[in-house]
């Protein structure tokens, strides 16, 4: 019988180790954002208070202030760019070949289910097969619109007969009583 469940445990861990890598990858990113924004964070206030007040006292507070803005819009820009930042090529290739595992596995999981529907058809087949043999075995003979209902002597004449044919055959005694009611009924 075809088993389908170690393919499917394997699209499972495929489709698994995808989901991880992914994972992985946006965890490890994520706390370096974290990380980096409390630290960019930190630094912008006291860079932003220090060159204020360096600014202030030497060009005046109006000027300071535009001065420090546009800094800070500068650093935001640089750090929106990094953000966005495309993939690796290394990450695309692994993605590509998780992806292809899993195709792969896909696939097989589809033969093992279409072999096991043909292994399901051919033991219906053998089954049909085996209960013609039983019911002609037991006297069904099919009527004429090719329907099994009627049946030839009696119903399970011809098994009674082979059994008394085999009595007769095994105790010669058993024999000499059943040998006449077997002529009597035409067996």
């Known amino acids: 019988m075809i088993d389908p469940t170690p393919d499917l445990i394997k699209l499972a861990e495929v489709e698994l180790a995808r989901v991880e890598l992914k994972a992985r990858r946006v965890c490890a990113r994520l706390s370096l954002i974290i990380a980096a924004s409390f630290i960019a964070g930190l630094a912008v206030i ?15 507070s109006p000027l300071a202030a535009l001065i420090t803005a546009v800094a800070l819009a500068i650093v935001a820009g640089i750090a929106i760019l990094f953000a966005s930042k495309k993939p690796s090529r290394a990450y695309e290739l692994e993605m590509q070949l998780a992806g292809q595992e899993i195709e ?12 096991a529907e043909k292994a399901f058809d051919d033991l219906g087949r053998q089954f049909s097969s085996l209960s013609r043999g039983v019911s002609g075995l037991l006297g069904a003979t099919p009527d004429g619109d090719g329907k099994e209902g009627s049946r030839g002597g009696g119903g399970t004449m011809p098994l ?5 044919r085999t009595l007769s055959a095994i105790s010669p005694a058993l024999g000499r009583y059943i040998r006449p009611i077997l002529r009597a009924i035409g067996g």
Request: glycine share 12%; no cysteine.
């Open 46 to 60: 006291m860079l932003t208070a220090s060159g204020y007040f360096a600014l202030a006292g030497q060009l005046g």
């Open 160 to 164: 009674i007969l082979l059994g008394l």
């Open 104 to 115: 792969r596995a896909r696939l097989r999981v589809r033969l093992n289910l279409l072999q």
